[in-house]
Structure formats: C-alpha cells, structure tokens
C-alpha cells in the first residue's frame, strides 16, 4: 500500500535524512502546507528533547542538592 501523502508524519522521513540542515532544494515534491507541516512537526519534537532535558538537568541538580544536605545532616 502507498503512503499516505496527505499525512505530515508521511514526510518526517525527509526530516530525518536532513538531520536539520533544511535546504530548499529537498522539498521540490512536497507542497507548501505539507513543508510548514513537517517543520512545526520538527520544531515541536525538538522542543519535546529541550523540556526533556531541562526537566533532568533539574532533577539531577535537585538529588545532588538534596543528597549534599542529608549528608551533612547525619
């Protein structure tokens, strides 16, 4: 069965072949609401690692302090 183009997910394949560097020339096939489609998807997914990693930079920072304290303490 062929893919489904009108699915934006159908082209995150391109997105992952670019791994970021975005070149108007890949895009010759796709039409402009597909494109702006699969960049928000991107941009979205890339925001989704950002959280990700803050909230376990945060987290570590946390257990490091907490950890420091209740050393002190006993």
Known sequence: MPPDRRNPDH???HLR???GAW????WGHLGTGQV???RL??????????V???RSQLEAEYQR????RAGAQA
């Open 11 to 13: 082209h995150l394949g």
């Open 17 to 19: 072949h670019l791994e």
């Open 23 to 26: 070149s108007p020339n890949c």
């Open 36 to 38: 702006k489609m699969a």
């Open 41 to 50: 998807k991107q941009t979205k997914d890339e925001a989704a690692r950002d």
């Open 52 to 54: 990700a990693s803050y």
């Open 65 to 68: 302090k907490f950890l420091s």
